[in-house]
């Protein structure tokens, strides 16, 4: 499913926002706090119909409490504020936020709707029924007053309704953290500034073994350091000192934490490429850790890399050396520029303000502000 728009009404600080024109690569440009990692996050719940899984994932980034059991002090349920996701950050009944791709599409048009009900209105037949949720409810003085009606335009059953307290808190048990992966047809990956956990490195390296995708990584570091020959995992306690590469200059293999942070954020996109085959990944300040002389070609990778994983992109940046990398691509290789749109947001305004790949290098010639 390839998103070739979307419309944000009254999520987070959104009142009602639109993109349009979305490419394959798209890049998400803007003021400090200008909304860019919230479109992120809002393609993301889209994509996922709606789960509670994603939701939590963003909560608990932002505020996050714990709850631990008297008599199993090694059980912790996390207690997560979900009021950031709506307009006004409040959670009321009758709060809402819809997002919206593919408007104008008949077959693959997709649709979130999040509402807040009143609970007294919920018959226990509709509500989320769990154990640990009304034990936890009970010890922190916190009733839930609201469901969660949760309604996504390709998912094929109903849902039933999640309570949630009177300050916004969702409670996060394992039961409704097994219960969160349901059906979707386009799953997306979230690629944020902190370094993938090593047990997504392991389970994605599994992949590149599977589909001889080794050469595809090998690629991405040689972005950085060309003598690179291959890369290999040691079996084990899983951390970045398992992953070793053989230089083409010879010598020991060396752990990659040693090339730097830069290294270590060129695995993690190849690996998150890889991984989001036909499907959608975001990427959250895609140059995190990599220096202005390399932007040129780490677009010329994430573009080519999309292009053969068939992945949609959506990636942020607040580095005016990233765009104009991203600008002199277009120029030197404008074979590249159909799959590359930029969206510059301003919450000032109804939409995003769309270039298409090939407007990119006149942009930066006239020094229009595009951040």
């Known amino acids: 499913m390839k ?39 809002a393609i993301n719940l889209l994509t996922d119909n709606g789960s509670l899984r994603v939701l939590a994932q963003f909560a608990s980034q932002r505020r996050q409490r714990g709850f631990w059991f008297a008599d199993q002090p090694d059980r912790n349920v996390e207690i997560l504020d979900v009021s950031p996701a709506f307009f006004g950050y409040r959670v009321k009944p009758n709060a809402k936020f819809v997002v919206t791709s593919n408007r104008n599409k008949l077959f693959n048009r997709n649709k979130l709707f999040m509402e807040t009900v009143p609970i007294n209105t919920v018959g ?19 009733a839930p007053t609201v469901g969660l009606q949760i309604t996504a335009s390709s998912l094929k059953y109903t849902l039933p309704i999640f309570p949630i307290t009177e300050n916004g808190s969702l409670i996060y048990s394992d039961q409704l953290r097994r219960y969160t992966q349901w059906e979707t047809e386009c799953r997306s990956r979230f690629l944020s500034t902190t370094p993938m956990h090593p047990v997504d490195i392991r389970n994605i390296w599994e992949k590149v073994i599977r589909e001889r995708r080794e050469t595809n990584l090998i690629d991405a570091l040689r972005t950085l350091e060309p003598d690179i020959e ?9 951390s ?32 998150a490429l890889i991984d989001s085959a036909n499907g959608v990944l975001l990427i959250d300040e895609i140059d995190t850790g990599l220096h202005w002389t390399v932007m040129e070609d780490l677009w010329r990778f994430v573009i080519t890399a999309a292009r053969q994983s068939n992945v949609q992109v959506f990636a ?23 799959d590359v749109s930029l969206q510059k947001i301003e919450r000032a305004l109804p939409q995003a303000v769309a270039l298409r790949g090939e407007q990119l290098p006149m942009a930066i010639e006239q020094d229009i502000e595009v951040r």
């Open 240 to 271: 970045m000192d398992n992953v070793l590469v053989d230089r083409q200059s010879g010598g020991p293999r060396i752990g990659i934490g040693s090339f730097g942070e830069g290294m270590r954020r060129l695995l993690d996109l190849s690996l």
């Open 316 to 338: 942020t940046t607040h580095s005016y050396d990233c765009l104009e990398g991203l600008a002199s691509l277009m120029q030197n290789d404008p074979g590249l520029a159909a």
């Open 124 to 142: 226990n037949d509709q509500l989320y029924i769990d154990p640990d949720i009304q034990h936890v409810t009970r010890n922190i003085g916190e």
């Open 3 to 41: 998103l070739t728009d979307l419309q944000l009404d009254g999520y987070r600080g959104f009142e009602s926002y639109t993109l349009n024109d979305l490419a394959r690569v798209n890049l998400l440009v803007g003021k400090n706090n200008c909304g860019k990692t919230s479109v992120l996050e």
């Open 230 to 238: 291959s890369i290999h995992l040691l079996p084990g306690n899983w």
